[in-house]
């Protein structure tokens, strides 16, 4: 068992640095382990939530890729630049990735668990319109989170990992009556709407009253559209649907990448996630 300097058992500290159609990053903490999950937002804006959290990129274990679509990934080149980091991410992930020094990286394969330091990670498949797309199931001795960040419909193995996670972070990605309503050509809304596009808050929605148990502690609301949701549509379209059935957590929405970072920790009860706007 791993325990900090001072005795005490080190706690799951989950960060988002930036979440929204436009950019995604997170960081995962677990005593002196880091592992930067998306390198999507500016760098600048990168460097900044890292620093918020006491990091530089060579304090990184490891950077994990979801998928090659350039809001999980703008940051990437840069980020080598300044540290020889291992990048994992599955074949289809490294094989969409141009310029990409294939030295750097490492394959993880789908529902193959595998351990940086003390916390295990699973890549999870999930459906969307890139190569080989997944979330992760990352799991310490202090706790757990679940993340998909873009998928177009969810599956059982989705479900399987998320109702396992203290924490949760799922898309919400469009508000179904803006969209429908917004300036998007129709191919754009088709492909959006599509099995290999995104959730809409409604089948996130669903997606919550299908796995939301006491193990659920805390929820976030990720990759939300600018131009078609609002953070306030999104939270109240999956706060109703589980009222409904009696079920009662702390759902947020998480800021786009401006700067704001914010983190959850294991050790905290519900409700207590801190958030800060950097600049
Ligand atoms: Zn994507
Ligand atoms: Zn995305």
């Known amino acids: 068992m791993s325990r900090s300097s001072t005795g005490e058992m080190p706690e799951l500290v989950v960060s988002s640095l930036g979440s929204g159609s436009n950019g995604n990053a997170f960081l995962i903490e677990f005593d002196t382990t880091r592992i930067l999950l998306d390198c999507g937002v500016p760098i ?9 959290r006491f990091i530089t990129p060579a304090d990184l274990s490891a950077i994990l890729i979801s998928h090659e679509h350039i809001d999980h990934m703008r940051s990437l080149t840069q980020l080598l630049k300044r540290s020889d980091l291992p990048v994992l991410a599955t074949y289809g992930t490294i094989a969409g990735i141009e310029h990409l020094d294939r030295a750097e990286t490492s394959v993880v394969k789908p529902l193959e668990a595998f351990e940086i330091g003390p916390i295990e990670i699973t890549p999870v498949p999930v459906s969307h319109d890139a190569r080989e797309p997944v979330g992760f199931f990352a799991r310490s001795m202090a706790g757990s989170v679940a993340l998909f960040t873009d998928l177009g419909e969810y599956s059982d193995d989705n479900l399987e990992f998320a109702a396992r996670a203290d924490h949760l972070v799922i898309e919400s990605n469009y508000d179904e009556s803006m969209l429908r309503a917004g300036r998007y050509p129709a191919h754009l809304k088709r492909r959006i709407r599509s099995a290999d596009g995104h959730l809409s808050n409604d089948d996130c929605a669903t997606f919550l009253c299908e796995i939301v148990s006491q193990k659920t502690r805390d929820i976030w609301l990720c990759h939300l559209s600018e131009n ?31 700067g704001t970072v914010k983190t959850w920790r294991s050790s905290q009860q519900s409700h207590q996630t801190e958030q800060t706007r950097l600049f």
């Open 44 to 52: 600048r804006t990168l460097l900044a939530c890292l620093a918020h």
């Open 228 to 258: 078609n949701n609002r953070p306030e549509n999104a939270e109240r379209t999956s706060v109703e649907a589980l009222q409904k059935r009696g079920v009662h957590r702390s759902i947020s929405a998480l800021p786009r990448y401006d």
